[in-house]
């Protein structure tokens, strides 16, 4: 069992829902955790499917609520954006861009393949220093409220099973199969090195 607390990154497109969601449900478990995004923007649903909202990564969490409560009130509180940033503020002030984050992780989990991807790309890029590994872990949420939830429960679970095993470099790819199987969900998983 490692020494240490897994450090733990979640990331999805904007850091909005679904990391933010684990990155609530870990906090309280005693993980060492962190949230981002990988979007150049971060964006959130809008009136209409081709008009989002959209803010820099600079903007506050505040900021965005006090935003669309001035906009429409009624409507981001039903569709419960407004709901997602109250909690969203209470867990930090604003959202994070995974590729301005210089900090070493012992697992990164993402929320859906292109941002699987990108965090690859960016991971790959960098000078390799340490060599100490990173686990690059993708699984698939589809980003609306009772997803997060759920996929948030998984995250959790999987992060408290890697946590316990002796050998995590040996053990890590028999646990992703074996949840593989219990969620019927996909994993993908990469080591890069720091």
Known sequence: MPSHPLRVAVVCSSNQNRSMEAHNILSKRGFEVRSFGTGSHVKLPGPAPDKPNVYDFKTTYEQMYNDLVRKDKELYTQNGILHMLDRNKRIKSKPERFQSCKDNFDLVITCEERVYDQVLED??????????????????????HEEATLGA??????????????????????????????????????????
Not at 124 to 138: A, D, G
């Open 153 to 194: 429960f998984l995250i959790c679970e999987l992060c408290q099973c890697i946590q316990h095993t002796d050998d995590m470099e040996n053990e890590i790819d028999e646990l992703l199969q074996e949840f593989e199987d219990k969620s019927s969900r996909a994993f993908l998983h990469t080591v890069c090195f720091y």
């Open 123 to 144: 991971l790959n890029s960098r000078e390799q220093e340490t060599m100490q590994p990173v686990h690059v872990i993708n699984v698939d949420i589809q980003d609306n």
